[in-house]
């Protein structure tokens, strides 16, 4: 029994090494990464950043889930590390969708992904991002190159807080067959990059066919997502809408000029021009709408990345051996082409300020947009130049012919497509949703629009008054 309960002891004696050796190892990588204080962005004049020592990159395994969609950045931390050889760097592709708990434990690392929606949230509301402002000026960043729609999208009162490294221009793929058919374009002709809205309305409108019926629909124009922002987005800035005012937490979405915009969408579903995607519908307009679906009767299909055109809508084109293409969204009379951005921040507690802004900011340097965008993993770069040439272009069969030109037309237009990169998240969770209910009340003859733009105004401006 001694013998027994000698080696339970034993047992249970090396168990507590063994785990307080992780403990241990767990602190010293935790105290790697992060500081008991934040790192202070505000540089003396002339600093010269230190560019060395360790730091970790997080990344959504969501967004990286392979080795093929690592490319991309693993070619990027590589060019980074042949510049500055006097830093580590490692990589975690495995952070969940849900950072919240790695920033409040501090274990999310250095330099973290994230895209613009989210900008806000992090910068200012939970503080977990760094201001690159000084970095910018000590590392000699040239910002001249960088569409500014994009730069637009990395601010936060006023501070950048994060490296946007792609173009996400939203563009639409479309059924370049329909349009020769319908005698809106000879064959070999394509939409140009600079068609407007009021052109998809004639485009439209001869899209449209009927079943024998003479009822029922066949084809549309196309297939909008009412619920997302960056559907419904370019119709409030269409027409000179200011419709947020951050300054003094106001939202306008009740003035003339918003209104304008929204009703140019409502018009478009009284004419059949399009088909109200993801909100409700009446029994009738159901009917009227027949088997019409976003990717089968919707001549304009929205795509809201570059990336998307290797797995969803040109894919079902070419298993159709439909001749397709892409154009950009049609331009309005005021700047309102919607556009995204993803990229990187740092951590607001990192212990390596030095090599983690160096290293996020990279991204805003020809040769970290070259490596980042090169190879397979890589999207739209945010240099002009780049923009310009065609090494980030697909290369694979039935890719030849597309206008690729639409990711980074009418840079000079850009708008923020998604709300909640204009205002906090709360706010923009309410106009999201509050838009989508406009179009269901309206689609199911529930309640004016006009009278539910004036309420999501009320909503929004009760709540930003009760935030920060």
């Not at 080696?7 to 790697?32: C, D, P, W």
């Not at 409108?205 to 009822?215: H, N, Q, S, V």
């Not at 399009?274 to 029994?283: D, F």
């Not at 983690?356 to 190879?375: F, K, R």
Request: glycine fraction near 8%; aromatic fraction near 12%; charge should be negative.
């Amino acid at each position: 029994m001694k013998k027994t309960f000698d080696r339970i002891k034993s047992a249970v004696g090396l168990r507590r090494i063994v785990m307080g050796f992780l403990a241990f190892a767990m602190v010293l990588a935790f105290a790697a990464c992060v500081s008991a204080e934040k790192a202070d962005p505000d540089l003396p004049e002339g600093y010269i950043p230190a560019v060395e020592g360790r730091i970790k990159l997080g990344a959504r395994l969501h967004v990286y889930p392979n080795e093929a969609s690592r490319k991309s950045v693993n070619s990027w931390i590589n060019m980074f590390r042949n510049k500055y050889p006097n830093v580590t760097i490692e990589a975690d592709f495995s952070l969940p969708d849900n950072y919240a708990p790695l920033i409040s434990s501090r274990t999310i690392g250095d330099v973290f992904w994230l895209s613009d929606e989210s900008v806000y949230d992090y910068a200012v509301t939970q503080q977990a991002l760094m201001s690159l402002d000084g970095y910018i000026e000590a590392l000699d960043i040239d910002l001249s190159q960088i569409y500014s729609g994009i730069l637009a999208l990395c601010e936060a009162k006023g501070k950048y807080y994060f490296a946007g490294a792609t173009c996400g221009n939203i563009t639409f793929v479309y059924n370049v067959d329909a349009m020769v058919q319908a005698g809106l374009l000879e064959v070999g002709e394509r939409v140009a990059n600079d068609w407007t809205w009021e052109d998809f309305k004639v485009y439209a409108e001869a899209l449209k066919t009927y079943d024998a019926d003479g009822k029922t629909l066949t084809q549309v124009g196309a297939g909008f997502p009412l619920n997302w922002s960056n559907t419904f987005s370019p119709f409030i800035y269409a027409y000179g809408g200011n419709w947020a005012d951050k300054e003094n937490k106001k939202v306008m979405l009740s003035n003339e000029n918003v209104r304008r915009g929204i009703n140019e969408l409502i018009s478009a579903i009284d004419n059949r021009w399009i088909l109200p995607v993801n909100v409700e519908m009446s029994a009738e307009m159901r009917q009227t709408y027949g088997d019409v679906r976003m990717n089968n009767g919707c001549v304009f299909t929205s795509v809201n990345a570059y990336t998307v055109l290797t797995t969803s809508e040109a894919n079902q084109y070419n298993e159709r051996g439909t001749t397709w293409d892409v154009a950009p969204w049609p331009l309005f009379p005021e700047k309102a082409s919607p556009c995204g951005t993803l990229g990187f921040g740092v951590f607001s507690y990192t212990k390596n300020p030095d090599a983690a802004a160096a290293l996020v900011l990279s991204l805003w340097t020809e040769e970290g947009q070259m490596a980042l965008h090169g190879q397979e993993g890589g999207d739209v770069p945010v240099f002009r130049k780049l923009g310009e040439q065609d090494f980030w272009h697909l290369t694979k069969e039935g890719y030849e012919n597309v206008n690729f030109s639409a990711f980074t037309a009418n840079y000079e237009r850009y708008v923020p497509g998604q709300v909640n990169a204009s205002v906090p998240p709360e706010v923009a969770s309410v106009i999201s949703g509050g838009i989508e209910e406009l179009f269901s009340s309206y689609c199911t003859g529930k309640a004016s629009w006009q009278d539910k733009l004036a309420e999501i105004e009320t909503q929004c401006n009760d709540l930003w008054a009760s935030l920060e």
